[in-house]
């Protein structure tokens, strides 16, 4: 029973994150007068706000992973059972993909759209596995001190990774494929998504060969 109650949490917990990366995208192109190095600011700030509560809330209660990779990579590390993990990916996807209808729902869009928003080759690839590494990376770093550091880092992270990739950093393979079901600033070609989806998993590769080990706070 409490597998099901964790996964249904981190469905709702990713669906928020969905909320926030769709609807503040969809907010800021709306609102930025066709500058879309302001569209980009502005998402990428409330996406790393929304981050740093969602993480605070609902840790407690499913992990607040919100991430396959990041699921993986707990179980990897032994702090996540990997009997758990089927239930919370699953979770993770329907509830990011809940997450692109429910904004579609308030900003009055169809709620079923696909991607149109051409993001691919080498460049970008390699933008999304440095971006995934290095949140798994700062996870593991900033976990020796304690959830307010991970959400903190995490938040911090991703609001710079907007920036400084090539790929704006998705990192996470629910919210990849979310994000192919929605037309707006923040959207992916579904064709782009099983690339960007294997960048993140060699990231994780790579962060688990370096960081399996949990760094000790000095």
């Not at 409490?2 to 928020?16: H, K, P």
């Not at 059972?81 to 869009?109: C, E, N, S, T, Y």
């Amino acid at each position: 029973m409490f597998r099901y109650r964790s996964a249904l949490v981190e469905a709702l917990a990713t669906a928020f994150l969905l909320i926030a990366v769709v609807g503040s995208g969809i907010m800021a192109e709306r609102l930025s007068g066709g500058n879309v190095a302001l569209a980009l600011l502005a998402n990428a700030i409330a996406t790393g706000g929304a981050l740093y509560a969602l993480i605070i809330a609902f840790a407690s209660h499913s992990g607040a992973h919100m991430n396959p990779v990041v699921t993986v990579m707990a179980c990897a590390c032994g702090e996540f059972r990997w009997r758990d993990a089927p239930a919370h990916i699953v979770a993770q996807i329907a509830g990011a993909i809940g997450g692109v209808w429910l904004a579609h729902g308030m900003f009055d869009l169809p709620i079923l759209e696909l991607g149109s928003h051409a993001r691919t080759g080498a460049g970008q690839w390699l933008g999304e596995l440095v971006a995934t590494f290095g949140l798994l990376v700062v996870i593991r770093g900033a976990g020796a001190y304690g959830l307010t550091s991970v959400a903190g880092a995490v938040a911090a992270y991703i609001t710079g990774a907007y920036w400084f990739t090539s790929s704006t950093s998705f990192v996470n393979p629910a919210v990849t494929i979310a994000r192919a079901l929605t037309d707006t600033f923040a959207g992916i070609r579904p064709e782009d998504a099983p690339a960007f989806i294997a960048a993140q998993c060699v990231g994780l590769v790579l962060a688990l060969t370096l960081m399996r080990r949990k760094p000790q706070p000095r």
